[in-house]
């Protein structure tokens, strides 16, 4: 969607806000995916995600 969006407004087509959601959509997946993982050391994973 985010591809089909940035194409459609390099050729000024004004369809591309119908596509333009998809940053939102993938904000609230993994959103969602993040929030249903199961977490048993969290000095771990924040220790993993600061390095990267």
């Known amino acids: 969607m985010i591809i089909t969006c940035h194409l ?3 050729y000024d ?3 591309f806000r119908l596509f ?3 940053v939102q959509v993938f ?3 993994s959103g969602y ?3 249903i ?3 048993n050391q969290y000095r771990q994973f924040f220790l993993n995600k600061s390095r990267r």
């Open 8 to 10: 459609l407004q390099y």
């Open 13 to 15: 087509n004004v369809f």
């Open 20 to 22: 333009n959601v998809g």
């Open 27 to 29: 904000l609230i997946i």
């Open 33 to 35: 995916l993040y929030g």
């Open 37 to 39: 993982k199961k977490l």
